[in-house]
């Protein structure tokens, strides 16, 4: 075994004291008892070396989990920015189709044989619906259904009429 030096020791010890913020240990209760240096056995050079480069490589992996961290917070703020950017162009879409839309229908309605055969094919699409739901579906299934509702119209004195529909409907 290499002969110690102490003063060595307690050179680091004081560079770990001085890093770590931790006071310097009191002498031993025995030590101090029979008047005595304290000869406590401090950890060695290697150990110090290791906690420390141990240390060291936490810090580094913490600093870049924080950086990921980071990043991904400021592409979470940017795709959230960009679905608002998104939702809004399509609400101005969305007005832009409807007034283009009324000024079409001011200017060159809709003939009752095209509303009649809009209604045909919405007709023919929610009995495709229908069919796809359960073979017997349930009251609660139907009276959910927003295509059982399309044609009613319950604006004429609180009494319910259909509206459009098949010509089959009776009126």
């Known amino acids: ?25 009191n002498p031993c209760g025995s030590c101090l008892r029979r008047g005595r240096k304290c000869e406590k056995r401090f950890h060695s050079e290697n150990e110090w070396k290791r906690l420390n480069r141990d240390r060291d490589t936490l810090t580094a ?38 007034v283009v839309m009324d000024r079409l229908n001011e200017e060159d309605p809709l003939s009752t044989q095209d509303l009649q055969e809009l209604d045909k094919i919405a007709n023919d699409r929610d009995a495709l619906a229908l069919a796809a739901t359960a073979d017997n579906a349930s009251l609660t299934q ?15 004195h609180n009494i319910a009429e259909q509206v459009g529909g098949s010509p089959s409907g009776s009126r």
């Open 142 to 156: 139907l009276w959910n259904d927003p295509a059982i509702w399309a044609n009613v119209d319950f604006s004429a």
């Open 1 to 25: 075994m290499p002969k110690r030096n102490r003063y060595r020791e307690f050179g680091l010890q004081a560079d770990e004291i001085e890093r770590q913020g931790i006071p310097v240990d």
């Open 61 to 98: 992996q913490i600093d870049e989990t924080e950086n990921q961290i980071e990043a991904l917070f400021a592409r979470l703020k940017s795709l959230k920015t960009r679905r608002k950017f998104l939702d809004n162009r399509g609400k101005k879409m969305l007005e832009h189709d409807t």
